[in-house]
């Protein structure tokens, strides 16, 4: 069963800076020029092979939209029906490997992607999601080598754990993935998400259909490039393109499916798991549903704020890559004797923020992903400018004439449940409510009731007693809850990731309790010395 390969303890991949003059940063340029200058095929990728279908989308620079990069071939139904094919066929062999063999895929994926692949990933990301370097550096590269290596850690572990035996009777559990194939669904704003989606269940000895963002099939090209040169086999992960809609409804008929893996918005989440349910007699299994979904994650202050260290997080926490990470601030709630110390200098640090092409590496942002996110917060700002009670403080600015650029904004409001404060936008957004010192404690419900979602908080104080009553009262408020620090930015192994409530299953990507999601164990009882008569001893006569 088992070659006995001693797995290393991983450790973060450490995340390089690409300052001014560096290697790095003149190799990474040197991928941004080459990846600029060409336009790329991306066919789907069905049981190893390259499918074109002639019906393709463009991929473009969300910062300079006019700029194609590539066309991406869409799937019809007969290409998801072939992808589908393509991982049932596979499942047998691929699950009957040794879970080491299948480990060394990844580690190599990890290596791969550590060196030689880096820039090629990082760029992608970059051009593809407007991410800057340092943006697509921790994403693109150091989380996803971190989930390659850190699955495998955790696998590992989750394979000890195993019943206890008496003397006769040995009992095991045999950790087989789940029957059938499993539908993972990306979004666009992390690559490292998008390839763990498919990976994790892999790992586990599932077979994959894997449908990307059409706002990241550049990224999603060259993982499933890299994941074939560390030796991944056909038919494993099956790459299709195409609108989810279309795809998912397909999907979502088929018998074999054994489980989704979905990281997006709570709406899209909520659908499909709406659509399982009306079909579930007609699944042979219960299907795995695990879902990341959206949220509108706060932070929140105390009176004894370091109002420095607030600052930096509201300014890191909601406008590094534009606000789109599910864990961005977008809401906060700034007592009065703070918000006076730190109203002037927030505002100038917000309006001295550069943005623009990732390309230069002297911008802090980029661009929103698309048209229709562009709209969304011209319209939200637009709003905010017209609410009485709501004024923007900072921003406001939107200009889609070369990219689709949003200058990070702050809104004030008087209101603590105006629309800002409770609908995510996913974008450069940050609203905030200044409240009385007094009113801290009331806060709490405040914070805790204004949205369906429970994502990721921020609690700002230097008093312990505050910190500790926050913690208690907002326990259910965020799945990642941060104290003295910015809500995004969790690393894997160090602080595991999702949220509850409308922000998903938190099923925690990247640990051990993801993994368990794509297992379905097998109890094995061996009893060495079997009973050979079936009474029991309290049936003698007396
Ligand atoms: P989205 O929901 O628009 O799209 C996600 C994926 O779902 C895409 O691949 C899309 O094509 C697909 N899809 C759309 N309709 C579908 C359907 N009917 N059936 C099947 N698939 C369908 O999300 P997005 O704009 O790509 O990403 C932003 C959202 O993702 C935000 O809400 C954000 O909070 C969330 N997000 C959450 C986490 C987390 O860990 N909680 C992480 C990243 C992003």
Not at 57 to 83: C, F, K, L, N, T
Request: charged fraction near 20%.
């Amino acid at each position: 069963m088992s070659d006995l390969l001693k797995i290393q303890e991983p450790i973060n991949e450490p995340v390089k800076n690409y300052e001014p003059g560096s290697t790095d940063r003149k190799m990474l340029q040197a991928t941004l020029t080459n990846m600029s200058s060409e336009q790329i095929d991306m066919p789907l990728w069905i049981n190893g092979k390259a499918v074109r279908t002639g019906r393709t989308g463009q991929a473009i620079m969300p910062h300079r939209h006019q700029h194609v990069v590539g066309q991406y071939h869409q799937a019809g139904d007969s290409e998801v029906q072939s992808a589908i094919k393509a991982a049932l066929n596979v499942h047998h062999e691929w699950s009957s490997w040794p879970w080491e063999k299948r480990a060394q895929i990844f580690l190599k994926a990890a290596d791969l992607l550590a060196g030689p692949w880096r820039d090629r990933i990082n760029a992608s990301t970059m051009l593809g999601q407007s991410k800057t370097a340092h943006q697509a550096e921790i994403d693109a590269a150091c989380e996803l080598i971190d989930f390659f290596r850190f699955n495998v850690h955790f696998y590992e572990k989750a394979l000890q754990l195993q019943p206890i035996s008496t003397p006769e009777v040995h009992n095991r559990l045999d950790h087989r993935p789940l029957e059938g194939f499993i539908f993972a669904v990306s979004p666009f704003n992390f690559t490292s998400i998008a390839a763990n989606l498919s990976c994790a269940p892999a790992l586990c000895g599932n077979t994959v259909v894997w449908k990307p963002a059409s706002t990241s099939t550049l990224s999603a090209h060259y993982l499933m490039q890299l994941l074939t040169e560390a030796g991944l086999p056909d038919g494993v992960i099956n790459l299709v393109y195409g609108s989810g809609a279309q795809i998912g409804s397909q999907i979502l008929q088929q018998r074999d499916l054994g489980g989704i893996h979905f990281t997006g918005s709570t709406s899209v989440f909520q659908n499909m798991w709406k659509t399982v349910g009306d079909r579930i007699h007609q699944y042979r299994d219960y299907p795995r549903l695990v879902g990341e979904t959206g949220g509108k994650d706060f932070i929140l202050a105390h009176p004894s704020a370091d109002p420095k260290a607030l600052i930096t997080a509201m300014v890191r926490g909601s406008f590094e890559y534009q606000g789109q990470k599910c864990s961005a601030s977008s809401r906060a709630y700034i007592p009065q004797s703070i918000w006076s110390q730190i109203q002037t200098e927030l505002i100038e640090v917000v309006e001295s923020i550069k943005i623009g092409d990732v390309s230069d590496f002297t911008n802090f942002m980029g661009a929103v992903i698309d048209a229709p996110s562009f709209e969304t917060h011209k319209k939200a700002i637009e709003e905010a400018r017209h609410t009485a009670g709501t004024r923007i403080l900072a921003g406001g600015i939107c200009d889609d004439r070369e990219g689709y650029f949003v200058r990070p904004t702050i809104i004030h409001t008087d209101n603590p449940k105006y629309s800002t404060m409770c609908t995510e936008l996913f974008g450069p957004i940050l609203t905030v409510y200044v409240y009385p010192d007094a009113q801290w404690v009331d806060m709490f419900s405040v914070v805790d009731q204004s949205t369906h979602y429970a994502l990721t908080g921020a609690v700002f104080a230097q008093d312990r007693s505050a910190l500790e009553e926050a913690t208690k009262a907002l326990r259910y408020s965020a799945g990642n809850f941060y104290l003295n620090d910015k809500p995004t930015g969790a690393m894997v192994g160090q602080q595991p990731f999702g949220g509850a409530r409308a922000s998903g299953t938190n099923d925690k990507g990247g640990s051990m309790l993801n993994l368990l999601r794509w297992i379905s164990p097998r109890t094995i009882k061996e009893t060495h010395r079997p009973p050979t008569d079936y009474k029991y001893p309290y049936m003698g006569k007396d």
